[in-house]
């Protein structure tokens, strides 16, 4: 027979008291305070202001991307100033502003099924525009449309993608977690016969692995001792394999003309970047916001429109949190106020 003290609904009172440490007592007024909150949360996370974490190096080097946890720069991203959207949704209730040439945009991608929904480039063309990639630079028009500055030494748009070194070893060690033979490849070839022993060799430590989780070092030292024949296949199945990269790279009016309503986006780390060459221009109800910031990790921290340097940047950065501290002062000093009148009374 179970007894009181081990019975289940002993262990369920427990368990409330724990989730009301944190929640506070089960009460509707408690409960209306919560609904609140949440509404509050969801508004501001979808309307106003909201956070996003940098998965891949599309970016770099303005934006360093990694997928693993507090590895990636986190940007902080005004949802604002493209007009309220319904949350979840790409309907926009109003258009307050539009994206500038040269703005980090935060946006939806235009694919339905894909691992990363949601995407971040640069804003390189604006509507109306006729668009040109050519030698590296972004012509605008027919006319020369130099990045700001900062940009111009980092910039450099290709017109297909290219592997670095590091990365060429990533994607072998993707095809070697596979281990599938390639169709493109010609089994009897030397260096083919070559690549698929390395792919065999390494598969069973490279199985379970998260090969997108893993640094650069990490990569290098799994491909420390791969004979380099096969790390040099890679460029020619990716030859094969890379996908179309029309928008921005072809005259027609198709592929050059942005459309009223839509954007022409491009990743900073343009060798390696999936972006509008690719899936064309991006409409405006797609845009989440701007990005303004990096908030971490710490030692990457930056501002990118100023914000920091007005007052009302200021305010948001020093100002909430020091009137969020004092609430829960004042909210201290009143608990310990009446305690001490209470006990003066008792006694």
């Known amino acids: 027979m ?154 450099y748009y290709y017109t297909d993608l290219k592997f670095t070194e590091t990365e060429k070893r990533r994607q072998f060690l993707r095809v070697a977690k596979n281990n599938r033979s390639i169709p493109i490849l010609n089994p009897y070839n030397e260096p083919v016969k070559v690549f698929y022993a390395e792919m065999k060799r390494l598969h069973e430590q490279v199985s379970h692995i998260d090969i997108d989780g893993l640094s650069d070092e990490e990569v290098l030292a799994l491909c420390e001792d791969v004979a380099p024949e096969a790390i040099t296949l890679i460029d020619d199945i990716y030859e094969f394999s890379q996908p179309l990269m029309p928008y921005g790279c072809q005259d027609d009016d198709e592929h050059s003309l942005v459309p009223e309503g839509h954007y022409f986006m491009l990743g900073d780390n343009s060798a390696a970047s999936l972006d509008g060459r690719m899936y064309g221009w991006v409409p405006h109800n797609h845009l989440y916001g701007s990005a303004f910031a990096v908030w971490w990790p710490w030692s990457r921290r930056q501002d990118f429109t100023g914000f920091s340097r007005t007052w009302w940047g200021m305010s948001l950065l020093y100002g909430i949190p020091a009137l969020i501290i004092l609430w829960e002062l004042s909210g201290y000093f009143r608990k310990s106020s009446v305690k001490e009148k209470n006990d003066e009374g008792k006694s």
């Open 2 to 155: 179970t007894t009181p003290e081990h019975s289940p609904w002993r262990v369920l009172r427990v368990f409330r008291k724990a989730i009301e440490w944190i929640t506070g007592p089960w009460t509707w007024k408690n409960l209306a305070g919560w609904v609140i909150i949440i509404i509050l949360l969801f508004f501001v996370k979808g309307c106003i202001m909201d956070q996003y974490t940098i998965p891949t190096g599309s970016m770099d080097p303005t934006l360093h991307g990694d997928p693993r946890l507090f590895h990636g720069d986190r940007v902080l991203v005004n949802k604002w100033r493209f007009g309220p959207r319904i949350p979840f949704t790409t309907r926009r209730l109003a258009i307050w502003d539009t994206p500038q040439r040269w703005d980090i945009v935060v946006f939806r991608s235009l694919e339905e099924e894909t691992d990363q929904p949601v995407l971040i480039k640069r804003v390189v063309a604006l509507p109306g525009e006729r668009v040109r990639i050519r030698d590296g630079k972004i012509y605008i028009n027919g006319e020369l449309c130099e990045a700001p500055e900062p940009l111009q030494s980092t910039l």
